[in-house]
């Protein structure tokens, strides 16, 4: 023993060089084994590079060379050197190459090597000077403009609208409940700003004008509800405004240009932002959860709740306890929604469902048809009292209050899931709404009225102010009255807060807004007042009255296509008074009186295209159908491209995805393999016939590497003494002594790293040290 320590301390370099070498083999032999090396290569050459890389940086990692660490520089810089937005010369690559360096899990010596020559690279591959006055100018606006849209979303979320009374109910109720209040505020906030805007640009004008010479004293209720008797010559309706300037000493303000570009710049503009907010909306709940498919995004979400969802600014209790359960909600959602199971039916199962759902949904559009017929046939008949209009909107008010009712129940005899029958009824219903204001718009303007557009604002001001009692008094007692009853226990279950229903009434509003905007511009202040009283009233009732839905869904995904629904009674709009009304306004009264139609305000106010012949010319040159065919035809192939590049974009986030479950798998087997070496149970030497298929080296000689290294040796007799007295299960007292074959690497060999070869290792392993030196 004596004379085996006096060896090993001569010779010290020797067994240092015996032991690096068979670390290498017993490393790359559990690199071999790793799942990600058993992936087939079906054109995976960037998994292979990565793999390459890695197992490069572990060699030099591991190495005791005196240049490894440099090797480990080289390697580092090599791979940061193939992203092109790290090693542009200008502060944002700066920044990125920072946040890259910071994020490296090396020493920071070697950090500093890295930057080093990062910085030297990037100087050569420059072909630019230091910037220069005009690019650093653009860079300081630019950064500028971060921070300080940064500090205005930070203070716009310090005073945010009724934050405080949203949580409480999303922390009682959950966030689907909180998903209608959340649509309120916004929608009231939407209403707000366009109540400012027309009462800056019209209202106000129009009310100097005419000097507050119109009395209203003499204003019954029945006109106040109805719009009628005094309130025709007011500025709630169209007609009143003129057609003239208002003059103010040297300052002229052109009525028809103010109502026109002010409507028009309000309908553009929240369309722009519906269309913004609906898009980004779609993306965040839609899109991006799915995240390439499987379930993974809705994986991550959940993750992202569990370990960064808590917000540790909360100090109360009151407040931490509203948290807690908001979260609680959230999980369920999201566990509902990654449980849920698709059950398994046979073919005429679902052939019977989705015919039952066909002819449901065909009886239902052939209701929604007759109800419009219906109406239409109402709307001619002339037999009326003087209060006819009354009647009318009385009428459509309480189709718009049943109708939901009785479309939710029918959803039911359908074969829906409960989302999906959310979805379903709130189309029919947005359906019935639109189709029924469409239809009074068209019979409004097909009539022989002389004023037909104050017609129009007079219904969208009655069936907003008849909603009220409906919206603010009726639904609520009835909820409170449930609840009333379940508290003396009258009744065994408390009454939800229907999300459908209440979710309908706003659309319903809003899509009235939208028609009689333009007919009645004070409707903007009643619907902007009605919501503010609206959220109160519902508040109180969701609080006090209501219980938690046993349905759970996304909330996210429901508010998105309540946003969607809005956004399409926006666009049905636009649709209808473009096709109505700017090619055929009244003569009779309005702003518009002296045009031959509303576009003349711009064509002949403005541009005056009866004295420009050119411009005259190119706009109907651009307004032929080939131009906007063209047009169309180019956002197809953009579409095109776009949907392209997604679904390039979705197989790399599989093939990322993928990726990054092998690498666990990597670790997962690594841990283990280190586990089983340090308690002997691994040794690199290959079984004989009656070592049972358990051994890891039997899977790599059958399954990896095949017959190639079949007769691969690894010479115990060097290992150390130390390493010697390990129990050894696997040991035998007989084993091969020679590597006796001379074959080749096979083609069809396993996903290693060609440049390592067994032979060699062997055969180096095997000399004395004589023949090593």
């Known amino acids: 023993m004596e004379d085996d320590m006096e060896g090993i301390e001569l010779k010290p370099a020797s067994m240092r060089r015996t032991f690096t070498l068979r670390n290498n083999v017993a490393r790359q032999a559990a690199v071999n084994f790793m799942p990600s090396r058993k992936v087939a290569h079906t054109g995976t050459l960037r ?164 000097g507050g010479r119109n009395g209203t004293s003499g204003i019954s209720f029945l006109d106040f509800i109805s719009g009628t008797g005094e309130l025709e010559d007011t500025p709630l309706l169209y007609g009143h405004y003129h057609d003239g300037d208002t003059s103010a000493g040297p300052l002229r303000y052109d009525m028809a240009f103010a109502y026109f570009f002010t409507m028009g710049c309000a309908y553009l503009l929240f369309f722009g932002v ?12 839609f899109i991006e959860p799915a995240g390439g498919g499987g379930g993974g995004g809705v994986r991550a979400r959940l993750a992202a709740k569990l370990f960064c969802g808590w917000d540790f600014g909360v100090a109360s209790p009151r407040a931490a306890a509203l948290a807690a359960r908001a979260l609680a909600h959230e999980f369920r959602e999201l566990l509902n929604e990654q449980n849920r199971k698709k059950e398994a039916a046979s073919f005429w199962v679902r ?90 718009l068209v019979f409004w303007a097909r009539s022989d009225m002389p004023c037909w557009e104050n017609r129009v604002g007079q219904e969208g001001y009655r069936l907003v102010m008849l909603d009220i009692p409906v919206s603010l008094l009726l639904l609520p007692a009835i909820e409170f009255i449930r609840g009333l009853m379940f508290n003396f226990n009258v009744v065994k279950t408390a009454p939800e807060f229907n999300i ?77 008074l473009g ?5 055929s306004p009244s003569p009779h009264c309005g702003p518009f009186r002296r045009y031959a139609s509303a ?9 005056r295209l009866s004295a420009r012949a050119p411009l005259r010319r190119a706009l109907l040159f651009v307004s032929r159908p080939g131009a906007v065919a063209f047009a169309l035809l180019a956002l197809c192939v953009s579409v095109y491209i776009v949907r392209a590049r997604s679904g390039a974009q979705q197989s790399m986030a599989r093939l990322l995805r993928r990726m990054l479950q092998l690498q666990a798998k990597d670790k997962d087997f690594l841990l283990s393999a280190i586990e089983k070496v340090s308690n002997g149970e691994w040794l690199y030497s290959p079984k004989s016939e009656e070592y049972g298929a358990d051994s890891h080296t039997w899977k790599y000689l059958h399954e990896v590497r095949k017959p190639s290294n079949a007769g691969y040796h690894f010479d115990v007799s060097r290992l150390s003494h130390s390493f010697l007295e390990r129990p050894r299960s696997y040991a035998k007292e007989n084993r091969p002594n020679s590597y006796h074959t001379d074959k080749q690497k096979s083609n069809e060999d396993g996903d290693t790293d060609s440049s390592f070869s067994w032979q060699g290792s062997s055969s180096y392993l095997n000399q004395t040290d004589a023949e090593k030196r």
């Open 500 to 576: 459908a229903y209440n979710s309908l009434t706003l659309i319903y509003n809003q899509s009235v807004l939208w028609f009689g905007m333009l007919f009645s511009p004070l409707l903007v202040v009643a619907v902007t007042i009605k919501f503010l009283l609206l959220f109160y009233v519902k508040r109180e009732s969701a609080l006090r009255a209501c219980q938690t839905g046993k349905k759970v869904w996304r909330a996210a995904q429901a508010q998105t296509v309540l946003l969607m629904l809005v956004t399409l009674s926006l666009f049905a709009t636009l649709f209808a």
């Open 274 to 285: 519906l269309c913004y907010r609906t898009a980004d909306s779609y993306r965040r709940h």
């Open 47 to 210: 998994l292979r590079r990565a793999n390459s890389e890695h197992n490069a940086l572990l060699e030099a990692s591991m190495s005791d060379a005196p240049d490894a660490a440099d090797k480990q520089v080289d390697i580092i810089v090599r791979e940061m050197e193939q992203h092109h937005q790290l090693m542009e010369d200008n502060p944002l690559s700066e920044e990125l190459r920072r946040e890259a360096l910071r994020d490296l899990p090396q020493g920071l010596t070697m950090k500093r090597n890295v930057r080093a020559k990062l910085s030297a690279s990037v100087s050569l591959r420059s072909k630019q000077r230091p910037i220069s006055v005009f690019k650093r100018m653009k860079y300081r606006i630019s950064f500028t403009w971060k921070k300080s849209r940064d500090s205005f979303r930070d203070f716009i979320f310090s005073i945010e609208l009724w934050y405080e009374s949203i949580r409480n109910i999303e922390g009682h109720l959950g966030s689907a409940v909180g998903s209608y209040f959340h649509l309120l505020r916004w929608l009231f906030g939407l209403n707000l700003l366009l109540s400012i805007l027309l009462i800056s640009f019209v209202v106000v004008p129009q009310a100097l004008h005419t």
């Open 599 to 607: 576009l003349g305000v711009l064509s002949e106010g403005v541009l």
């Open 351 to 440: 052939f019977g469902r989705r015919s039952t759902n066909v002819v449901i949904t065909t009886i239902v559009l052939g209701l929604i048809f007759g109800v419009q017929y219906g109406l239409w046939l109402l709307l001619s008949v002339d037999t009326f009292t003087d209060h006819r209009e009354i009647y009318i909107s009385l009428i459509v008010t309480a189709v718009a209050a049943v109708c939901p009712v009785l479309l939710n129940f029918i959803v039911k005899l359908e074969f829906y899931e409960a989302r999906t029958a959310f979805y379903v009824t709130l189309a029919r219903t947005w359906l019935l709404d639109i189709g029924t204001l469409i239809l009074l």
């Open 579 to 583: 096709s109505l009304f700017l090619r």
